[in-house]
């Protein structure tokens, strides 16, 4: 089972967003706030560094059950970003969490780390993958 949405702007995701969290619901909703909440910092991450205000340029949620697992990819067509080293600045997401208190900004990716069972970019920091297991 697979659900997809298209957004250029953070009013057309606002707008969207309810479809996916009811659609989320049906399948893990034990864990409903876990991934929405890390659906929407990757989103957020997405309009911030990938298409920017570029409202030409589309984010692709797609949600799919598997088995036992829901698998969340979001996608764009905005640049991309050295993904692999801020993989590496956030191996352990709690330790993060407080070295950078203070900071309100750059957080997103040890929030999805905490959330997610795992993570993993691909097409050059594009593309963001995140997998949860679903309750038995």
Same mark, same amino acid.
């Given at each position: !089972?697979?659900?997809?949405?298209?957004?250029?702007?953070?009013?057309?995701?606002?707008?969207?967003?309810?479809?996916?969290?009811?659609?989320?619901?049906?399948?893990?909703?034990?864990?409903?706030?876990?991934?929405?909440?890390?659906?929407?910092?990757?989103?957020?991450?997405?309009?911030?560094?990938?298409?920017?205000?570029?409202?030409?340029?589309?984010?692709?949620?797609?949600?799919?059950?598997?088995?036992?697992?829901?698998?969340?990819?979001?996608?764009?067509?905005?640049?991309?970003?050295?993904?692999?080293?801020?993989? !590496?600045?956030?191996?352990?997401?709690?330790?993060?969490?407080?070295?950078?208190?203070?900071?309100?900004?750059?957080?997103?990716?040890?929030? !999805?780390?905490?959330?997610?069972?795992?993570?993993?970019?691909?097409?050059?920091?594009?593309?963001?993958?995140?997998?949860?297991?679903?309750?038995?």
């Amino acid at each position: !089972m697979q659900k997809s949405i298209q957004i250029s702007t953070y009013e057309e995701y606002e707008t969207l967003e309810q479809e996916l969290e009811d659609y989320i619901g049906n399948y893990a909703a034990e864990k409903l706030h876990l991934v929405m909440y890390s659906i929407r910092e990757a989103v957020n991450n997405a309009f911030e560094h990938g298409i920017k205000s570029n409202s030409s340029l589309v984010i692709t949620v797609t949600t799919e059950i598997s088995g036992s697992e829901i698998i969340i990819e979001v996608e764009h067509n905005g640049d991309g970003f050295n993904h692999e080293e801020k993989i !590496m600045s956030v191996k352990d997401p709690d330790q993060y969490f407080i070295e950078t208190l203070p900071s309100t900004r750059g957080r997103g990716i040890a929030i !999805m780390k905490k959330c997610a069972k795992h993570i993993s970019y691909s097409e050059g920091g594009r593309k963001l993958t995140l997998l949860f297991e679903l309750e038995k």
